[in-house]
């Protein structure tokens, strides 16, 4: 199967590229066929037609030569019958006369003078009757005397005609053309008849030019049709099948003719002052032959092209094949091996491209988790969960985050509960905080739904005397952003600077701890922890600042952080030079501080606790009875964050169940009726349900489509489109891919 897909892509890919070689070559090959074969036959017709028409011009121009020699002749006083037979004396006159004519006349081999009536001719070789003219001198073989004689009484008009002769000693036949003027000119009544005898070689030699190196047939005939000269080179048509040819009366110009089972190429020009016809006759199938040379060593070099073409074209699809295949089988291995035939769609493209795009959906995936991950960091961070400066540190250089020196405090914003702050302003005031440049320093926000606080890790590296008027600075920034977006001022808790992030959840419990000073007396502004942690009882007294961090340590459910305040208050207490009975009033203070923090928290004291708290008689018997206290109170605060965000959970979930089919639920919707930032709801809903939010939505939505498949007849389109889908070809890929079979046929499977 794999081999055969492989096949079809590797013979598309094949195909397209003899494609692109092929269609150029071929309208390569016409042209030069086109120019070789056909443009060549043209062009050999027109200069053989040129040729003709140059040699009818030519036997005009000889024809009219001899016809004003008959004129000359017929008004030549010596050549009058009366005084040719006047004596012998003029007789000899007129041959010498008629030499004088014959002399002018190169073409006319013989120049004769015959008087009607008479038995005997004059010509230049002197005065010879017509027998022995006929029988001797030029030995007639196609007419005796009397023929002869009869075709010169005769003559009115000018008369062409070819005779055969045989040559003397000699068994060798030859045609002479018998060119007849009767004298005198234009008469009706004449008395005799000039004769130029001409060698029909002499006509065919100003012929023969025509043909050139081509084989063929040049025919010259008299306005009857009769056959005057002709001349041919290897050509099976002969004067009779040429006579019959000619017969059809073309007309001028080129023709292509057949006769019997031949073609030939006819160039015909008539003369319109003989009325004789020129023709030209070649054997069509010659000018391929002529060009065979040609052809062959265009057909090499086309054959080699077209070789040389195929191993390209072969080449290059395998060059683009190979790493095409490469990747296919990449993808195969990474997603187990190659599926079963029934499963295969499509060649190793489609397998890559919806690979590709099922990639680049877990990249948008990851893109959209990148956030979340970066605020799990933060919110793990500002609780004390991260404590190896190792594990902070590599996470900070693979998200790229760094911070300036080593110093680092928390400013936590809180919004009054009368406030309200839109998904989109809270969504810009995040994203400007994610990483926000302060003086000499840089923030990170973070959502914090449970505290109703935006809280904002800033790291400085200002030196320890400066710290403070940095605080201040970034503080006010931060404050103006939170007003620019949201249009209200809130309120701003600020902690102490911590050493490092290690001891970053310490400034974020003291910057609640500011915050919630200021509920218990004026709202707004910014707090600093220092400053609500200097209302001291006298150095006496234990450090309220430590129980401040204790008490809100407690609240946030850190057991860490709180033990840690209540030993630091312990010791401070050891340290103490004071009375028995002040030492006790620190102890009742203290244990005042848990009953007042159990008071907020609505949690009672276990039996055990209060024996603890009213019976100890050391320091180590009140550490141990409160920190089962810290205990008691951190797991009632965490199992009532668990609550509460189940309690959220499930609201999500119910209205997501009730609003999941319309088209426009979307994220900052859900997020803005629930009063969260969008990127804090994705990591609530993840964290609540182990699935994104478009991975439960679409979830519903499938399985909605699932149950309409199976208990409704609505068609398809309508099914994915009343479920919240408008892209429904997506839809459609998407429940393939994740059930492996389509709509159509999960209905038909589950029909049944």
Known sequence: MRNRKRSRLYNQILLSHVLIFAIPFIVLSAVVYYNAVVRFKSEI?????????????????????????????????????????????????????????????????????????????????????????????????????????????????????????????????????????????????????????????????????????????????????????????????????????????????????????????????????????????????????????????????????????????????TRQYRPIRRIADHVRLMQGGLPADGERRGDELDLIRDTVHATRELMEQLDHQRPIVREQFFVKLLMGALKDPEEIGSFMAKENLSFPGEACFVAALAIDGSDYVSTQNREELLRLLSAVSLPESIGYGVELIPNSAIVVLVGTSAAPDRIRDVQEQSVREIVQLFERCCGISPTVG?????????????????????????????KGGIIFFDEISQQTEGDEWYSIEEQIRLVQSMKQGNKEAAEAALSALLNDMRGKEVSLFYLKCMCFDLINTFLRTMNELQLNVQPEHRRSLTEFTTPEQLAAAMRGLIDDICDHVNAHKESRNSALGRDILHYVGEHFRQYDLNLEKIADHFQMSI??????????????????????????????????????????????????????????????????????LHSQ
């Open 494 to 522: 600020v902690g102490n600077p911590s050493p490092d992030l290690v001891h970053a959840s310490r400034s974020y419990i003291e910057a609640s701890a500011a915050i919630e000073h200021s509920y218990r007396g004026r």
């Open 45 to 317: 017709e027109s200069s053989n037609l040129y040729k003709l028409n140059q040699v009818k011009n030519t036997f005009d121009l000889l024809a009219r030569g001899l016809d004003n020699t008959a004129s000359r002749i017929s008004i030549d006083t010596k050549l009058t019958p009366f005084m040719v037979k006047s004596g012998i004396y003029k007789e000899i006159e007129a041959i010498e006369e008629l030499g004088k004519y014959k002399a002018n006349n190169a073409i006319v081999e013989e120049l004769a003078l015959y008087y009607h009536g008479d038995g005997q001719l004059y010509s230049s070789a002197g005065m010879i009757s017509l027998d022995t003219f006929t029988s001797r001198m030029y030995r007639f073989t196609d007419m005796d005397a009397a023929s002869w004689s009869k075709q010169l009484n005769e003559v009115t008009m000018p008369t062409i005609r070819r005779a055969e002769t045989q040559v003397t000693g000699s068994d060798r036949k030859q045609n002479v053309l018998t060119y007849m003027f009767p004298i005198p000119r234009n008469s009706q009544s004449p008395y005799a008849t000039v004769v130029f005898l001409i060698n029909e070689s002499t006509m065919t030699d100003l012929v023969g030019p025509i043909l050139g190196d081509f084989n063929g047939s040049v025919y010259v005939t008299d306005e009857n049709g009769r056959m005057i000269a002709s001349r041919s080179r290897e050509n099976k048509l002969t004067e009779s099948d040429a006579v019959a040819l000619l017969s059809r009366d073309y007309g001028e110009g080129i023709h292509g003719v057949s006769y019997g089972s031949d073609n030939y190429s006819l160039m015909a020009a008539k003369s319109g002052m003989t009325g004789w016809s020129y023709a030209a006759v070649m054997p069509t199938s010659q000018f391929l032959g002529r060009v065979l040379e040609m052809r062959t060593f265009i057909l090499i070099v086309c054959s080699s092209v077209v070789a040389f073409g195929i191993a390209t074209a072969i080449l290059l699809s």
């Open 679 to 748: 990127s804090y709801f994705s990591r609530f809903m993840k964290d609540q349900t182990g699935y994104t939010f478009t991975e439960y939505v679409t979830w519903l939505r499938m399985e909605e489509v699932k149950r309409q498949l199976t208990q409704t007849d609505l068609p398809i389109k309508d099914i994915v489109a009343s479920v919240g889908y408008a892209d429904v070809p997506n839809f459609m890929r998407k429940f393939k891919n994740s059930e492996g079979i389509t709509l159509g046929q999960y209905r038909k």
